[in-house]
């Protein structure tokens, strides 16, 4: 049985830290992409950032200089360390591994989500 788990969310004050971590079980990830995504009310999910299974990492430019993204292949982990937070920041942050096949076929799995609140 595939199972993500994220831990690390919590309510912090705006310019503080928090550090995710998304421990992965079940199957071979390393042929996954892993990474983090996040929600808030009312929009949709949106991807936060991604390490490939070749160790490319991408950020989107909402998090560049501020959020760290780090995978442990041999563990099946992958950790996201934020800096700076910002009140826009809150959502429920979500761990998500994805793969593509040779056909394009896709396969996705995802987390139950950590509530992260940025707020003083």
């Known amino acids: 049985q595939v199972q993500l788990v994220e831990s690390g969310g919590g309510l912090v004050q705006p310019g503080g830290s928090l550090k995710l971590s998304c421990a992965a079980s079940g199957t071979d990830f390393s042929r996954y992409m892993m990474g983090w995504y996040r929600q808030t009310s009312g929009k949709q999910r949106e991807p936060v950032a991604r390490?490939?299974?070749?160790?490319?990492?991408l950020y989107e430019d909402f998090v560049k200089g501020r959020f760290t993204i780090s995978r442990d292949f041999a563990e099946n982990k992958v950790y996201l360390q934020m800096n700076s937070l910002k009140p826009e920041d809150t959502a429920v942050y979500f761990c998500n591994a994805n793969y593509v096949g040779g056909l394009g076929e896709e396969t996705d799995y995802w987390g139950q989500g950590t509530q992260v609140t940025v707020s003083s």
């Open positions: 390490v490939s299974r070749g160790k490319r990492i």
